[in-house]
């Protein structure tokens, strides 16, 4: 596919994808993708990416129905990262329950700076990932 | 710093550095930050990257005053991505004149896909990078 060979993926056959919520503009994530992960998401719409921690195709909500249709998918100048906008299902990206991953603010103060939360936890992960 | 080895920085030394606009939302660009970088980032309030492909500190807008006055820093849940709220001097991000680095959009066909430019070029690239 003449597509998938404009898209520069690094030396371990990977390129960051970052998803943004289509409707709101916010950012949600930031993952990696393989060429099946990336074949696999133009195929069926939904946001497939590889997991470098299980080392496994990772079907985005699987487990917690938190799935992403993807409507548009970008490439950038250099050919070596991708946008995915999509719609949130559930209107949560984070394991921890929050709508986007983003959500640790670099907060300066004379006494030390250090990240701080700024956004609130929607639903429990206990709940989302229950067993 | 404590905040600073809170940051994950990958085997090359480096994290992805996601710069979005604070006004409009649009993502501009993806590039990569090493702790130098990122610290004088912060200190400076630049936005100020890591060329990988010079190795060298690279202070976006340097040669074609399109700095990104950086506004707010966020670290995702897994501590191994930035995003940095900016303000984009010049309206363009892009070293092609456009507006934002992901510029060309997936358009699938029964004839086949491929990546077709979505968005104007703002100024020739000629007349930023002028020697």
């Given amino acids: 596919m003449t597509w998938l060979n404009k898209v520069q993926f690094n030396e371990d056959g990977l390129i960051p994808a970052i998803a943004q919520d289509r409707q709101s503009g916010k950012i949600l994530m930031m993952a990696w993708m393989n060429k099946q ?7 069926t719409k939904k946001a497939t990416y590889w997991s470098r921690s299980r080392q496994a195709l990772w079907l985005k909500g699987e487990q917690s129905g ?3 249709i993807v409507h548009r998918i970008l490439l950038d100048c250099d050919g070596d990262t991708l946008l ?4 949130q299902k559930g209107g949560i990206a984070c394991h921890t ?3 986007s991953c983003f959500y640790l603010e670099l907060q ?3 006494h030390g ?3 701080s939360p700024n956004a609130p936890i929607l639903k429990d992960p206990e709940t989302i ?3």
């Fill in 129 to 131: 990932y229950k067993k």
């Fill in 84 to 87: 995915l906008e999509v719609e």
């Fill in 37 to 43: 992960a990336l074949a696999h998401t133009v195929e």
């Fill in 97 to 99: 329950g929050r709508e």
């Fill in 66 to 68: 938190h799935e992403q």
């Fill in 113 to 115: 700076s250090n990240w």
């Fill in 108 to 110: 300066e103060s004379s």
